[in-house]
């Protein structure tokens, strides 16, 4: 099967965001509103396997986009994440291409309890990303 | 009160390992073994705030703490998370010094269904570190 994340557009995403070694897309399956992914262009399966220039740039791509969400979002809390073989019972949810998480975080959400995903209209994903191109 | 990721051997941490940026400790307050923090040495609150070089230097220490847990300790996933405001119920664990947690995973550990922290002796910490230095 063909990686998606090599194939954003192909795979039905909307690039939100980009600069030369990355690009953001929403989650497919997300955790709340405004959860996105920061995503190396170059195939990587783990961040030891990311030469020093994809690295820097995917993680600049990343405190810009957590910028535009304080600023433009006005979330009051952000965690980022990134997964090496979680070993998620989701497991066919998972794409071997490196991915970081943003996730906006707020009072008493569940994210301290466990992991729970949301259904996201493409209204409401097309409002986010309107905010955050 | 002093921060004390500003001042880590004061706090009584042992630096596991560091380069011109960043310095890299146990977690205080554990989730598994092997869970490690990598800190900025400088005094930055969010990401957002992190100029583009002390971003990358403690990147590349991430790159660097994640390679030696899967060669040296054998780890067989891993989780990086960095949270700005997590709002958890444990507020009173929270630092406001960015720092990025490493977590070693397994499969069916707890990390997907929550988060529960445990008692590391300090002969289980050496042990470990010195795995990683």
Redesign the interface.
């Known amino acids: 099967m063909a990686c998606p994340f090599c194939n954003p557009k192909e795979s039905g995403n909307t690039i939100i965001a980009e600069n030369e070694y990355a690009y953001v897309i929403h989650d497919k399956h997300p955790i709340v509103e405004g959860h996105l992914l920061v995503i190396p262009k170059r195939h990587y399966e ?3 396997e ?1 030469d ?1 220039k994809t ?2 740039g995917t ?2 791509l ?2 810009e986009m ?2 535009r969400l ?1 600023e433009r979002v006005g979330v ?14 989701e497991d066919e949810l998972v794409v071997r291409h490196v991915h970081f998480h943003i996730i906006p ?5 569940k ?5 729970e995903r949301i259904e996201l209209s493409n209204i409401k994903k097309n409002e986010i990303a309107k905010k955050l191109r």
Chains 1, 2 share one sequence.
């Open positions: 783990t961040i030891v990311m020093e690295l820097c993680m600049l990343v405190r957590e910028k304080m009051k809390g952000l965690t980022l994440r990134q997964n090496w073989h979680p070993f998620l019972k975080r707020e009072y008493n959400d994210m301290a309890s466990g992991i």
